[in-house]
């Protein structure tokens, strides 16, 4: 995937501790660094996204439609 160049205004505590790491070698560099940490957070993100979305459902419902046809014998299940 292409990179593209961006600004972007960091607290320079937030900045020291990110060059801390690029110092003991933890990233190759700043932008690294701060390409791996917004990816990180988007994927949490989106994983808490995902896990809210799943909190409104009706667990007795969802249970009711994942137990639907088991009382039924497996023999008379259509094949597919």
Known sequence: MASVKVAITLEQETLHQVDSMVARRLFQNR??????ALQEKLQRMEGTRLAAECAKLDPAFEQSLADEGLDVDAATWPEF
């Open 31 to 36: 932008s690294r660094a701060i390409q791996i």
